[in-house]
Nanobody, 113 residues
Framework: QAQLVESGGGLVQPGGSLRLSCAAS????????MDWHRQAPGKQRELVAY???????NYSDSVKGRFTISRDNAKNTVYLQMNSLKPDDTAVYYC???????WGQGTQVFVSS
């Protein structure tokens, strides 16, 4: 059974950085594209970053140049490095197997001074 477990969220000041991790189990991780979504209070969940099984990446315009998605197939883990964080980045961040109904439980990121 596939499972995704996120970690790394927390409280950070504007301009700061965080790295989120998502550990996958129950799948042949290297075969799957992965993505990160986020949902802010009162807003719809949105896709922020995508990485294919071969390592190609895409980003939403709102995070391009600030966030970096990467993967370590040996560790069955996908990462989201978030730099230059803004209050608008405050949200619950979810890891997801692209094109599937499999989601992690989410990790809260709160950007505030």
């Amino acid at each position: 059974q596939a499972q995704l477990v996120e970690s790394g969220g927390g409280l950070v000041q504007p301009g700061g950085s965080l790295r989120l991790s998502c550990a996958a189990s129950g799948i042949i991780f290297r075969l799957y594209a992965m993505d990160w979504h986020r949902q802010a209070p009162g807003k719809q969940r949105e896709l922020v970053a995508y990485i294919s099984s071969s390592g190609n990446t895409n980003y939403s315009d709102s995070v391009k140049g600030r966030f970096t998605i990467s993967r370590d197939n040996a560790k069955n883990t996908v990462y989201l490095q978030m730099n230059s964080l803004k209050p608008d980045d405050t949200a619950v961040y979810y890891c997801h197997i692209a094109g599937s109904g499999i989601w992690g439980q989410g990790t809260q990121v709160f950007v505030s001074s």
